[in-house]
């Protein structure tokens, strides 16, 4: 009876690499998935596939450190490198989305066609967001200075008459 459990098991758990990863993932078995991945016998395939599984299980800043770890180690991939943009943009997470581009840029392969393609795009998105940060932070600034002038008026007008308390009296 335990032997039949045993082989139903083995025979229901992914391939213990990339390949069963992702097809874990397809399933939604993101557990399975993610302990696939950890198994693949190759660093960067490793990483690659245990960045496809947090990314898909919606574990975003757990595939950034995935990337993060992996760059560390010298491991990086192009493919890698790329989805670490993407995740970060998804993020709104502009410096780690330059660090993953400027990655890709340093590679002399220049990354193929298709993750070139795909940088670029990440890049003018990024461009994007770094308006819009940008713009963020000069209305925090606009705002803070209202704050604070509007703090000194308002303190300026509510001891004022403290100030100037006895001045309309005649002088004996």
């Known amino acids: 009876m335990i032997c039949e459990w045993i082989v139903a098991l083995s025979l229901a758990a992914p391939a213990p690499d990339m390949a069963g990863a992702i097809e874990a993932v397809r399933d939604g078995r993101f557990v399975e998935a993610l302990l696939a991945a950890e198994t693949e016998p190759d660093a960067a395939r490793r990483a690659e596939a245990a960045l496809f599984v947090r990314h898909h299980a919606g574990d975003l800043d ?42 890709i840029e340093r590679r002399a392969d220049h990354s ?12 003018v998105e990024l461009a994007a967001l770094e ?5 963020r932070d000069r209305s925090t600034t606009a705002a803070a200075v209202c704050v604070a002038a509007f703090a000194v008026v308002a303190t300026a ?16």
């Open 157 to 172: 007008i509510a001891i004022a008459p403290r100030l100037t308390r006895g001045r309309a009296l005649p002088s004996p």
């Open 131 to 135: 308006r819009v940060l940008d713009a």
């Open 112 to 123: 193929g066609a298709q993750i070139a393609a795909l940088a670029e795009a990440h890049g």
């Open 62 to 103: 757990g595939a950034l450190l995935v990337a993060a770890n992996a760059r560390r180690d010298g491991v990086a991939t192009a493919w890698l490198e790329e989805r670490e943009a993407f995740v970060a943009l998804s993020m709104r997470d502009a410096d780690r989305a330059r660090v993953a581009l400027q990655a």
